[in-house]
């Protein structure tokens, strides 16, 4: 059994076959997806979703959708916590974190808006007693700072590419590290690494769906230009991306598929009723 502990089913690449892409993860095995909300009017949604396929789902502000995103959308975090408090399929607080890659989001006042939305997250996650699911793209050391100044139970750093003492230092914290698509590519050395090295029970499997397609996936700029689709990236992916994790380490995928289950349960304890 295997669980991607982020998939954005909701997402509109999906409209159309949405089921279908459901029905074909499950049949390769993928036995229970985290659907991780990005912004207010999704909500119900990843909610809607996770509970008609069995699924868990997280619900935040992703640090993308701040610049549209204002106080009402936290209050409004807040009283949706509140109200799914009883909600077994909700697992964390989520996608949240910081992107200092977009160069709009880079600007200075934009940094300190997507810190203050982030801190504000972390408190609502700390008041409501759930994890976290963070965002991270060259951000981990502000991340890190946030989580040491609020406190929370942990989570995952999704998408993890830092480095070996960041990685260290979210452990240290209580998370995993979310390892998928991007770790296929031969060409990410430092990550591949990473993904041999660290400790196998600080990792966590994710597609990211429909985003971080595998290297069988992706096309390049000239591919595209050529004529050739860029490929969509489903759940039914992960248990391929497994094997290349499973492959570097050197293990079975039947003993990674019971070690990242299990750090999955552990950072994300909601799941244990699910799983």
Not at 92 to 118: K, S
Not at 126 to 140: D, N, Q, T, Y
């Amino acid at each position: 059994m295997w669980i991607d502990t982020h998939c954005h089913l909701d997402a509109p690449e999906f409209a159309l076959d949405r089921e279908e892409v459901r029905s074909q993860a499950r049949a390769a095995g993928v036995a229970l997806c985290v659907l991780p909300a990005v912004q207010r009017r999704d909500w119900s949604g990843v909610q809607a979703l996770a509970s008609q396929h069995g699924d868990a789902y997280a619900l935040g502000i992703h640090p993308l959708y701040v610049p549209q995103a204002d106080a009402q959308d936290l209050q409004a975090l807040d009283e949706a916590l509140a109200a799914a408090q009883g909600d077994p399929r909700l697992v964390a607080v989520g996608e949240i974190g910081l992107d200092f890659f977009v160069p709009e989001l880079c600007e200075p006042a934009m940094r300190e808006r997507q810190w203050q939305f982030y801190i504000t997250q972390l408190l609502l996650a700390r008041k409501h007693g759930l994890p976290v699911i963070l965002h991270v793209r060259r951000s981990a050391d502000l991340l890190l700072k946030g989580l040491r100044q609020v406190g929370v139970s942990g989570g995952i750093a999704h998408a993890f590419n830092g480095s070996v003492q960041q990685a260290q230092a979210f452990i240290d914290l209580g998370f995993a590290l979310g390892f998928g698509g991007a770790m296929t590519f031969e060409r990410a050395t430092a990550l591949r690494e990473l993904a041999r090295t660290l400790p196998l029970d600080a990792l966590v499997l994710e597609t990211d769906a429909p985003d971080i397609p595998p290297q069988w996936i992706y096309r390049t700029a000239e591919a595209r230009a050529d004529g050739q689709p860029q490929g969509r990236n489903s759940p039914a992916e992960l248990p391929r991306i497994a094997q290349v994790l499973a492959t570097l380490r050197g293990i079975e995928p039947e003993v990674l598929a019971q070690a990242t289950g299990r750090n999955a349960r552990r950072v994300l304890p909601g799941l244990e009723q699910l799983a």
